[in-house]
């Protein structure tokens, strides 16, 4: 796992994104008609919103949103053969903007966003071809860091000096990696505010949350040492972090041939240690996870490689944790299969407007998460702006917006107003929302916010104007946070995700934190949360599953030696047991 506090929607990987802030209003019976005369419209909002948008932006506007828009499908790339180095220093440059990073780089120092560039140019570049190691750019990584440093200075306490930290000793490990010699990593600047998922994932933080999550069967005492599966076929140690996993023989012979069929290098062994007595008279016997790698066995300390959940998750899914498994679109059919980088944390929060939708199924939320995508699509005076992110800009947002603006001011627009006006809709996701752009745009032109040069009056109004279309996106994602468990069980998420052996859980908090939240969080001495959790399914009883897990152990000496065992069913539902660690959870499967 993990990203810290990430906001709802936002873009491809490494694009940053800010939550916006609700907004309550109402809306003319004109502008509802309008609407549904549009059905079709991929950027329609529910009807309870409707009444929004007139107070905020008046009936004249409202057409606007309902313009028909395309929305083509996304292709996910995803680099393969990657160093352990390379792929810690991509997925760490692939949640770099959806921290707090990117939120602390903009409008601040030149240095800082130097640092920022140089990790989107690397990114790229693995992408586009992943057997290089791109030193030169790893380099120039490196000296953007010094550069920060030279003029941060040392010893200071900051969010930035711990993502910096972070992200000098992967640049280092991966040059060390390519053969290279990498200068050295910066010495680590704590910070107090900067909860890390060690910190987190406490002992104590550990077994409080399971304790407070986890219910037993009515076979189980609350005296016993041990948690057992409903058919009693598996039980694992109470205590969290526990590596201690038993099982009847055949629990073990249908895991290790669906770990085969998944390609998974891991496969269960009966060990012949020690039974207690109670789990002897089960039948139960002990189990030993053994990680074979090129023919080479490792198991006990040696198991894993790595330690963040997400690598662990991949480990035990054979690396083929790429798609999001919901429920049958019909009883006894195929789950529905939706591809998705799992740790592309950006676009998780779709799930949370979309699932809301009426009616919605899960072969329709498929098809509309593969449409969701960035645009500019507006008219002003006599530009006509329809620029595809992707397709036309490969995702960079920078590069988009230099392009929308040389438009803009081409038909007569500031190039500061156009600027201010673009970075806005930006801050305010807007490129996800084309139909909000063109009423925010309309609604500056007659406010006479888009005339003339820009000074700090129109600065103001259309910062203030944006706010308000913005927020109308945070208000869709409210009907989200009341427990539907019928929804659930119809689209196969949250308590009713279903993993089966070698597939995973995946948990994605699906947006910020507001800031009266951080303030009670504060007060209250709680710890923040995260953004995500996985885990790897490795045995199933009955509807009970086991899973193998780890954590981003920060560098801890034998962190790679930190996994463990976590068993969840009936009660003791993954979802259950994590949804209070993220924001407004869901839970998805993965494989």
């Known amino acids: 796992m993990h990203a810290k506090d990430r906001p709802e929607r936002t873009a491809p990987p490494g694009r940053p994104r800010r939550a916006a802030e609700p907004i309550s209003n109402a809306m003319s019976a004109e502008s509802a008609t309008s609407y549904r005369e549009h059905p079709e419209h991929p950027e329609r909002l529910s009807p309870e919103l409707l009444p929004a948008l007139q107070r905020s932006v008046g009936n004249a506007a409202v057409g606007r949103l309902l313009a028909d828009q395309r929305s083509p499908v996304v292709v996910q790339r995803a680099p393969t053969a990657l160093s352990p180095a390379q792929r810690s220093l991509r997925d760490l440059a692939g949640r770099w903007k959806v921290q707090t990073f990117f939120a602390l780089t903009t409008g601040r120092s030149n240095e800082l966003q130097r640092v920022d560039a140089a990790v989107a140019n690397w990114r790229r570049a693995l992408e586009a071809d992943p057997a290089s190691p791109h030193q030169d750019l790893l380099n120039a990584i490196q000296q953007a860091i010094t550069d920060w440093r030279a003029v941060k200075g040392t010893g200071s306490r900051s969010f930035r000096a711990a993502h910096i930290d972070s992200l000098s000793q992967r640049v280092t490990r991966a040059i060390t990696d390519a053969g290279a010699t990498a200068a050295p990593a910066a010495a680590h600047d704590e910070d107090e505010e900067l909860d890390s998922e060690d910190e987190y994932f406490s002992e104590k933080s550990s077994e409080h949350a399971s304790a407070e999550h986890s219910s037993e069967s009515e076979s189980e005492s609350s005296e016993s040492p041990w948690v057992f599966s409903t058919n009693g076929g598996m039980a694992v140690g109470r205590r969290s972090g526990s590596k201690d996993f038993f099982a009847l023989p055949d629990v073990i012979d249908r895991a290790n041939e669906a770990l085969g069929d998944r390609g998974s290098p891991l496969q269960l062994r009966l060990s012949s240690g020690e039974v207690p007595e109670e789990l002897a008279q089960r039948g139960l016997r002990r189990v030993e996870p053994v990680m074979v790698v090129h023919g080479e066995e490792r198991t006990g300390d040696?198991?894993?490689?790595?330690?963040?959940?997400?690598e662990v998750a991949r480990k035990v899914t054979g690396d083929r944790a790429g798609n999001v498994l919901l429920a049958p679109e019909e009883e006894g059919g195929e789950r529905v299969s939706h591809r998705q980088e799992p740790n592309n944390t950006t676009d998780f929060s779709a799930y949370a407007r979309l699932v809301t939708r009426p009616g919605m199924t899960p072969e329709r939320l498929a098809r509309n998460l593969r449409k969701d995508t960035e645009y500019f699509r507006f008219t002003w005076r006599e530009a006509e702006i329809d620029v595809d992110v992707e397709e036309a800009h490969d995702g960079d947002v920078d590069e988009a917006i230099t392009a929308v603006r040389a438009q803009l001011v081409t038909a007569g627009m500031d190039?500061?107003?156009?600027?201010?006006?673009?970075?806005?809709?930006?801050?305010?996701?807007?490129?996800?929302?084309?139909?909000?752009?063109?009423?925010?745009?309309?609604?500056?032109?007659?406010?006479?916010?888009?005339?003339?040069?820009?000074?700090?009056?129109?600065?103001?109004?259309?910062?203030?104007?944006?706010?308000?279309?913005?927020?109308?996106?945070?208000?869709?994602?409210?009907?989200?946070?009341?427990?539907?468990?019928?929804?659930?069980?119809?689209?196969?998420?949250?308590?009713?995700?279903?993993?089966?052996?070698?597939?995973?859980?995946?948990?994605?908090?699906?947006?910020a934190r507001k800031r009266e939240e951080k303030d009670e969080d504060r007060a209250a001495g709680r710890k923040a949360p995260w953004t995500y959790h996985f885990a790897g399914?490795?045995?199933?009883?009955?509807?009970?599953?086991?899973?193998?897990?780890?954590y981003n152990r920060r560098d801890k000496p034998g962190g790679n030696a930190m996994w463990y065992f976590a068993l969840y069913g009936g009660g003791r539902t993954f979802h259950g047991t994590h949804k209070e660690t993220v924001t407004d959870a869901i839970t998805l499967a993965m494989g």
Request: net charge negative; hydrophobic share 35%.
């Open 415 to 511: 190039t500061k107003v156009a600027g201010t006006l673009l970075r806005e809709m930006e801050r305010k996701n807007l490129e996800f929302h084309p139909g909000l752009q063109q009423i925010l745009v309309d609604r500056a032109e007659s406010a006479a916010l888009l005339d003339g040069p820009l000074s700090a009056e129109k600065t103001e109004g259309i910062r203030d104007l944006t706010g308000k279309v913005g927020n109308l996106i945070k208000s869709r994602y409210r009907p989200y946070e009341a427990p539907n468990p019928e929804r659930d069980r119809r689209l196969g998420i949250n308590e009713s995700a279903t993993a089966e052996v070698g597939e995973a859980f995946g948990i994605y908090g699906t947006r």
């Open 302 to 310: 040696d198991l894993l490689d790595v330690n963040e959940c997400i």
């Open 537 to 550: 399914v490795v045995a199933k009883d009955g509807e009970d599953v086991v899973t193998l897990e780890n």
